[in-house]
């Protein structure tokens, strides 16, 4: 069992940053990937970026590329991400999300690629 716990959000003005992290706690030896998404009432999770845990290659979805970056601590078990230059149409719940273990190919886009999830975290940008 993982535990993954979001911390982070709030209330920041349109340009503003924040920088969002996920702490992964339980059987976190094996961890293959962690990525982070993000949901806003009635629409579908919303994949951000993903990071491959042991050799920390990533992707990022097009609505996001160069304003975030993810990032994570080996040593603390904890994944980031970096949000410069916010918009309003960032403001969702940002959720984070683990592979436990390899197992084959997977599509990252995926919020069913992804076994253990956060309870969220409420990133709100005002305009």
């Known amino acids: 069992q993982v535990l993954l716990v979001e911390s982070g959000g709030g209330l920041v003005q349109a340009g503003g940053s924040l920088r969002l992290s996920c702490a992964a706690s339980g059987r976190t030896s094996r961890t293959y990937a962690m990525a982070w998404f993000r949901q806003t009432p009635g629409k579908e999770r919303e994949f951000i970026a993903h990071?491959?845990?042991?050799?920390?290659?990533?992707s990022y979805s097009d609505s996001v590329k160069d304003r975030f970056t993810i990032s994570r601590d080996s040593l603390k078990n904890t994944m980031y991400l970096q949000m410069n230059s916010l918009k309003p149409e960032d403001t969702a719940v940002y959720y984070c999300?683990?592979?436990?273990?390899?197992?084959?190919?997977?599509?990252?886009?995926?919020?069913?690629?992804?076994?253990?999830w956060g309870q969220g975290t409420q990133v709100t940008v005002s305009a």
């Open positions: 990071i491959i845990w042991s050799g920390g290659s990533t």
């Open positions: 999300a683990a592979i436990p273990a390899y197992s084959g190919a997977y599509n990252f886009v995926s919020p069913n690629s992804y076994t253990y």
